[in-house]
Antibody, heavy 119, light 110 residues
């Protein structure tokens, strides 16, 4: 059974750095084409892809946020960590992590975690 | 502004058939397959259709997808009240080097 769960702060102040952890189980992130991605959704708005970590340690970022994002895998744990710097109120959103299956789609999603940016 | 274009809303009555369109370009839908995600109120998105027209295990055959050129469509037949929610199309984009999503379509079952 594949599961993913996001964890991290629910409230951050403007200009702070956000660190979110995706803890997954049921897959190893070693199959060719497999990945773990981060997607966010501001309240009442659409989904926006942020970053992807691939089975071969390749990393991809949304061009519009590339300068603020970093994604990495904890080599000793089934965890993928997303870091976003210089947070702003417009970054208030529910942040989801999801598995990118070998077919290229996000086939399993975490429940999401709401992050509010406010002073 | 989302890369893929969807109508903001759609509606139907129970038992009806509705379709939701998704328009993109040569770097995304025109060059890659389309996936559809269903997001019911207060829940995380769920993969509904992948590779243009394939249903994951457990998805009823009331849901179907198609693609032509740089556009795609999701059709829902035999509409149920439980189908109310938001529907998003997505596709890989070669210029972004990542997935792009549509703006979402809110489906109301009246």
């Amino acid at each position: 059974q594949i599961t993913l769960k996001e964890s991290g702060p629910t409230l951050v102040k403007p200009t702070q750095t956000l660190t979110l952890t995706c803890t997954f189980s049921g897959f190893s992130l070693k199959a060719r084409g497999e990945g773990v991605g981060w997607i966010r959704q501001p309240p009442g708005k659409a989904l926006e892809w942020l970053a992807l970590f691939y089975w071969d340690f390749d990393k991809r970022y949304s061009p519009s946020l590339r300068n603020r994002l970093s994604i990495a895998k904890d080599t000793s744990k089934n965890q993928v960590v997303l870091t976003m710097t210089d947070m702003d109120t417009v970054d208030t959103a529910t942040y989801y992590c999801a598995r990118r299956g070998t077919g290229g789609n996000f086939d399993y999603w975490g429940q999401g975690t709401l992050v509010t940016v406010s002073s | 502004q989302s890369v893929l274009t969807q109508p903001p809303s759609a509606s139907g009555t129970p038992g009806q058939r509705v379709t939701i369109s998704c328009s993109g370009g040569s770097t995304n839908i025109g060059d890659n397959t389309v996936n559809w995600y269903q997001q019911l109120p207060g829940t995380a998105p769920k993969l509904l259709i992948y590779s243009n027209n394939q249903r994951p295990s457990g998805v009823p055959d009331r849901f179907s997808g198609s693609k032509s050129g740089t556009s795609a469509s999701l059709a829902i037949s035999g509409l149920l009240f439980e189908d109310e929610g938001d529907y998003y199309c997505a596709a890989w984009d070669v210029s972004v080097r990542g997935p792009v999503f549509g703006g979402g379509t809110k489906l109301a079952v009246l």
